[in-house]
């Protein structure tokens, strides 16, 4: 091995080769598999996190005919409800269709469940699914809005300020004026 990093030892690539392994290393292929679920049945993932938080990315694409499937993010102790047949708290899903993407942050070390629900009652779907966890640290961005009362707060305020530099602005512009 050695004689084959020799040639790039001495330049700036010394340093690239560990930042690329260091970089592989924070990407942990979970499952990369096809499954097959029955008519109006799931089946799931086990995702474990006991050192510290990741990013949760899945993605699914249906490879034999039926209406879709669905990816539905839950903490573990959910999937008792799910099992008992009572609506499960859910951290994410997406809607039935042929593919799709979950892009999750998960919020706490813990036990997680992703569960892929054939919601048809036709027959059986088959699904390939690839599920990786990211440790990086670059998180997706939350979509955030403010509540009404506090966005009328900021446009009211923005307004104040915008007109009170317009007025200020003129009353110097006509000062001049009147100078000349």
Not at 22 to 34: E, K, R, W, Y
Not at 88 to 95: D, I, V
């Amino acid at each position: 091995m050695v004689s084959i990093l020799a040639p790039f030892w001495g330049s700036g690539l010394s340093l690239a080769l560990p930042a690329l392994l260091l970089a592989a290393s924070l990407n942990l292929p979970l499952v990369d598999d096809s499954i097959t679920i029955g008519p109006a049945d799931w089946r799931y993932v086990e995702v474990v996190l006991k050192q510290r938080t990741a990013t949760l990315d899945c993605e699914f694409r249906l490879l034999s005919a039926g209406r879709g499937v669905r990816a539905i993010l839950l903490e573990r102790a959910e999937l008792d409800r799910l099992r008992a047949g009572s609506a499960p708290r859910e951290l994410a899903a997406t809607p039935v269709e042929t593919g799709g993407r979950l892009h999750f942050n998960l919020p706490t070390k813990g036990d997680y469940a992703l569960v892929f629900e054939n919601p048809a009652r036709g027959k059986p779907i088959q699904v390939h699914v690839r599920v990786t966890l990211d440790f990086s640290g670059r998180a997706v961005p939350q979509v955030r809005v403010l509540p009404p009362g506090r966005r009328a707060a900021v446009v009211a305020v923005s307004f104040a300020v915008f007109f009170g530099i317009v007025t200020w602005s003129a009353r110097r512009m006509m000062g001049a004026l009147r100078v000349l």
